[in-house]
């Protein structure tokens, strides 16, 4: 036999497939390619679940007004409970709120994460959740959510201090 032969894997329809080394996919490629993935589903989710796009004239009583978050006497109430971010299966647990605003959170992913500072406040009908995380790989990112009580979901922002950048996010009930 020759060289050539002795290189070549067996034929599949007739066709040589490629030696070893030859078409590898590399960990760059997994990486882009979930990266992709998570930008698309993410797209996705703020196109068509976007809170704030309905109009208050045209959603019903009750989407306004879910029975899973009513507000307390200090206003934080709809905070409380396990949220979900669909985007990566990051997990809040918030178990409770002090009347000053002091928040006790846990922070999943999937594993718990320390949460160094988390802070609730009111501002006229808004609702707002500040949580800050010290642990290796989350150096001071944060999130910055709003609760948006016609979707019973906390929006905003995630900073992720490692790489110095912002993500939008949307955490949904899971209780």
């Known amino acids: 036999m020759?060289?050539?032969k002795e290189r070549e894997q067996p034929k599949r329809d007739g066709r040589s497939?490629?030696?070893?080394?030859?078409?590898?996919?590399?960990p760059v490629y997994w990486i882009?390619?979930?990266?992709?993935?998570?930008?698309?589903?993410?797209?996705?989710y703020f196109a068509f679940y976007r809170p704030g796009l309905k109009s208050a004239e045209t959603e019903s009583p009750s989407a306004?007004?879910?029975?899973?978050?009513?507000?307390?006497k200090n206003g934080f109430q709809p905070l409380?409970?396990?949220?979900?971010?669909?985007?990566?299966?990051?997990?809040?647990?918030v178990r409770s709120v002090s009347p000053e605003g002091r928040v006790d959170v846990g922070y999943f992913?999937?594993?718990?994460?320390?949460?160094?500072?988390?802070?609730?406040?009111v501002q006229g009908n808004t609702?707002?959740?500040?949580?800050?995380?010290?642990?290796?790989?989350?150096?001071?990112?944060?999130?910055?959510?709003?609760?948006?009580r016609g979707n019973d979901a906390l929006v905003g922002i995630y900073f992720q201090a490692a790489i110095?950048?912002?993500?939008?996010?949307v955490f949904v009930r899971t209780d």
């Open 2 to 4: 020759s060289r050539k």
């Open 17 to 26: 497939l490629p030696s070893a080394g030859k078409g590898k996919i590399g």
């Open 32 to 44: 882009c390619l979930g990266l992709a993935v998570a930008v698309a589903i993410a797209g996705v």
């Open 64 to 72: 306004r007004q879910p029975g899973t978050a009513k507000a307390g």
């Open 80 to 93: 409380l409970g396990r949220w979900i971010r669909p985007d990566g299966g990051y997990i809040l647990s």
């Open 109 to 121: 992913n999937p594993r718990p994460i320390h949460v160094s500072r988390a802070d609730a406040s």
């Open 127 to 148: 609702v707002k959740l500040f949580v800050e995380l010290q642990a290796a790989g989350y150096p001071g990112s944060t999130y910055e959510l709003i609760y948006d």
């Open 164 to 169: 110095q950048q912002r993500f939008e996010v």
